[in-house]
């Protein structure tokens, strides 16, 4: 169990599901897709920013990472059948 003194709202910003989780709140993943949605409901008056949300922001990284990698595959793949269709035009 967690206990803290002082705690402030946007203290949670720097919580991330995985601490939640280790800290024996897997079940409030039951109920909501993520801390921000839970806090939200149960905070509503507080103005929360997305951004500044841990798991928010790794997860924009991920999203960069995975169309970075989409891209260098488009480009291998183009490569690819250029390639391709060159063999099979010299195959002909």
């Given at each position: 169990?967690?206990?803290a003194k002082n705690v402030q709202l946007g203290d949670w910003y720097s919580i991330t599901r995985q601490q939640i989780t280790r800290g024996g709140g897997r079940g409030?993943?039951?109920y909501y897709p993520s801390?921000?949605?839970a806090?939200?409901?149960?905070y509503p008056h507080f103005p929360w920013q997305t951004s500044?949300?841990?798991d928010a922001e790794r997860l924009r990284k991920g999203y960069k990472d995975v169309l970075s990698a989409m891209k260098?595959?488009?480009e291998?793949?183009?490569?690819k059948q250029?390639?391709?269709v060159r063999s099979n035009l010299i195959a002909y």
């Amino acid at each position: 169990m967690l206990i803290a003194k002082n705690v402030q709202l946007g203290d949670w910003y720097s919580i991330t599901r995985q601490q939640i989780t280790r800290g024996g709140g897997r079940g409030l993943f039951d109920y909501y897709p993520s801390l921000e949605a839970a806090l939200r409901a149960v905070y509503p008056h507080f103005p929360w920013q997305t951004s500044k949300f841990e798991d928010a922001e790794r997860l924009r990284k991920g999203y960069k990472d995975v169309l970075s990698a989409m891209k260098k595959a488009e480009e291998m793949l183009n490569i690819k059948q250029v390639r391709v269709v060159r063999s099979n035009l010299i195959a002909y």
